[in-house]
């Protein structure tokens, strides 16, 4: 079965999102940013989600982790909660 593992920044706004990965394209801490600014308890340990499998997170943040490529920040990505960045830390298919 396919896992993979990853962490993830969660805000309120589509905007406030796409400041925080500009940020983050800018050189700055990905695991800083989230501690700094997640409105997800995750944010405390650097927005690491520790490893899932599908079906265990929503079908937006499912499709982005399943698919996408590893090691990037991906998003904004909107779901029921708000709007995420999310990077791939690992995945076996």
């Known amino acids: ?8 920044i969660l805000v ?3 905007e406030a ?3 925080l990965k500009d940020q983050i394209e800018k050189g700055q801490d990905f695991g800083a940013i989230a501690a700094e600014f997640s409105s997800c308890p ?3 340990s650097g927005g690491a989600l520790g490893t ?12 982005v982790v399943f698919s996408g490529e590893l090691g990037k ?11 995420h960045l999310i990077e791939i830390t690992q995945r076996v298919d």
């Open 12 to 14: 309120e706004t589509e």
């Open 52 to 63: 899932f499998s599908p079906g265990q997170m929503v079908k937006e943040f499912d499709e």
């Open 17 to 19: 999102c796409q400041d």
């Open 42 to 44: 995750s944010g405390k």
């Open 73 to 83: 920040v991906h998003g904004p990505v909107k779901t029921q909660f708000g709007y």
């Open 1 to 8: 079965m396919a896992t993979a593992s990853a962490r993830h």
